[in-house]
């Protein structure tokens, strides 16, 4: 879960590499971004995202 106040949905990048999530978003006034460190390997590919009034929930799959 993450606090992405004043960003619209579609300026959210979501980048998944192994255990790692790379977490980026910025509009003309506010830029964030945040690497953070997964308890184990996820798969990308069954990520699903939920974004209501600045707050945005990832849930991933671990791997194996």
């Given amino acids: ?19 790692i999530l790379n977490l980026a978003a910025s509009n003309k006034d506010r830029k964030y971004a945040k690497e953070i460190l997964l308890p184990a390997k996820a798969k990308a590919e069954t990520m699903k995202t939920t974004y209501k009034n600045g707050i945005l929930e990832i849930t991933l799959e671990k791997l194996g």
């Fill in 1 to 19: 879960i993450a606090e992405l106040p004043g960003v619209s949905e579609n300026e959210i990048k979501i980048k998944i590499s192994g255990d």
